[in-house]
Nanobody, 121 residues
Framework: QVHVVESGGGLVQAGGSLRLSCATS????????MGWHRQAPGKQRELVAS???????NYADSVKGRFTISRGNAKNTVYLQMNSLKPEDTAVYYCYADVRVTLSHLSTDYWGQGTQVTVSS
């Protein structure tokens, strides 16, 4: 069983900052990558940022220069530092972990329940 748990969402004014945290726990061999997606009302879920086990990062164009993804020392945790927030960043943010559970199974994405981020204008 693999568990992905997010925390850190909330309400902030435009221009403010928030930091999201995500931890992966359970029984697995290794984590290939972790990251964040978001889904705003009436819109499709979109990738926000991701980081591989090797430390390579990827960002959506809309958040480049404002958001930073990083890993914790334990390597099973990731953080999303969000600065200069805009009302259009309002969404439910979902953390995922690309996990290899056993050698006999392909890697699988596991998702958290999501955390609401609301940016007021």
């Amino acid at each position: 069983q693999v568990h992905v748990v997010e925390s850190g969402g909330g309400l902030v004014q435009a221009g403010g900052s928030l930091r999201l945290s995500c931890a992966t726990s359970g029984s697995f061999l290794w984590i290939n990558a972790m990251g964040w997606h978001r889904q705003a009302p009436g819109k499709q879920r979109e990738l926000v940022a991701s980081i591989t086990s090797g430390g390579s990062t990827n960002y959506a164009d809309s958040v480049k220069g404002r958001f930073t993804i990083s890993r914790g020392n334990a390597k099973n945790t990731v953080y999303l530092q969000m600065n200069s927030l805009k009302p259009e960043d309002t969404a439910v943010y979902y953390c995922y972990a690309d996990v290899r559970v056993t050698l006999s199974h392909l890697s699988t994405d596991y998702w958290g329940q999501g955390t609401q981020v609301t940016v007021s204008s």
